[in-house]
């Protein structure tokens, strides 16, 4: 399910003259954020490669993202501490092809251990330390939520610092997205303590992820048939369908007649390949027809008949 967790990533902390606001030295990437949480202005952050979307507090900032896996990177400061939110995605090939009701069966819902993601996380620092793993579902995502905690020896700031972090990863069709939120404080109890008070924005940035839903054969092919059309200098998608049955069933394209849209398409294999299939309404000043056509996939007329 999980094959990558984030690298610890060196970033420049922000410029203040209290010691403690210096504490966005490193950050744990990984990867998914979520939605609007609480009363402040929420910005939404879009990915047009991986088709997905999230929001996050409008004072949360940008950061230079250090790997193409790593698709948002944003910090965020306190009174006292400092963090970051990152999204990544990864490719899973092993998902590719299952539906999501599947994935969710055996990769969002299927029960994983502490000692799991004890092992997984082990290359983050000597003293990780997986505190719980739940099962969880944000917003209409299923996953895992991953509480852990760190420290490190910051050389920007010059003190070991102490870390509170959480992981929440959901898998789709060949993809796997990831999210990761931590702060950072030169204590344990601060960071647990900062960590609790930026909970609730954590848990909705995840929250709001929105992923758009891969294209179809038939998504493509309907596309398709609208750049044909627009080539052809038609208005409407399925003249390559209609307008030859239309002549074939009525001696050429009376002007009376006005196709008014298509209902549906769908497809079928036969002996000739993958034929598409059209339904579409023709209405004239007298009656309403609906008509059926086949067109291949090169959009040639195959076939059509008046259904009423």
């Not at 960590?195 to 038939?218: D, H, M, Y």
Request: proline share 4%; charged share 20%; glycine share 6%.
């Amino acid at each position: 399910m999980i094959g990558f967790f984030g690298t610890i990533i060196q970033t420049t902390p922000p410029q203040k003259t209290n010691m403690k606001y210096k504490l966005v030295a490193f950050l744990f990437a990984l990867s998914q954020v979520g939605p609007a949480f609480s009363a402040q202005k929420w910005i939404v952050e879009k990915d047009p490669l991986n088709r997905f979307s999230i929001s996050h507090p409008a004072s949360w900032y940008q950061q230079d993202r250090p790997s193409q896996s790593v698709r948002v990177m944003l910090g965020l400061e306190g009174d006292g501490y400092g963090g970051n939110c990152n999204v990544s995605v990864i490719s899973s090939p092993s998902t590719a092809r299952m539906s999501q009701t599947e994935i969710d069966a055996s990769e969002n819902r299927r029960p994983l251990s502490i000692d799991f993601f004890q092992r997984a996380l082990a290359a983050v620092a000597k003293d990780v330390a997986v505190k719980t793993v739940d099962q969880s579902k944000r917003g209409n995502h299923f996953g895992h939520v991953v509480r852990y905690t760190y420290s490190y020896m910051s050389q920007a700031v010059g003190q070991r610092l102490f870390v509170n972090a959480e992981l929440f990863s959901h898998s789709r069709a060949g993809k796997l997205f990831s999210f990761t939120c931590l702060v950072a404080a030169l204590s344990e109890a601060e960071a647990t303590s900062a960590f609790i008070r930026e909970a609730g924005s954590f848990e909705a940035l995840s929250t709001s992820l929105q992923v758009e839903p891969e294209k179809t054969g038939l998504d493509l092919y309907a596309e398709s048939l609208a750049r044909q059309a627009k080539a052809l200098g038609r208005d409407q998608p399925w003249g390559s369908c209609i307008d030859p049955l239309l002549e074939k069933l009525h001696d050429g394209f009376n002007a009376d007649h006005q196709i008014v849209g298509v209902s549906k398409l769908s497809e079928r294999r036969t002996s000739l390949g993958r034929v598409y299939v059209l339904l579409a309404k023709r209405k004239t000043p007298s009656t309403n027809s609906v008509f059926e056509c086949e067109l291949s996939a090169e959009h040639e007329y195959i076939s059509g008949r008046v259904l009423r």
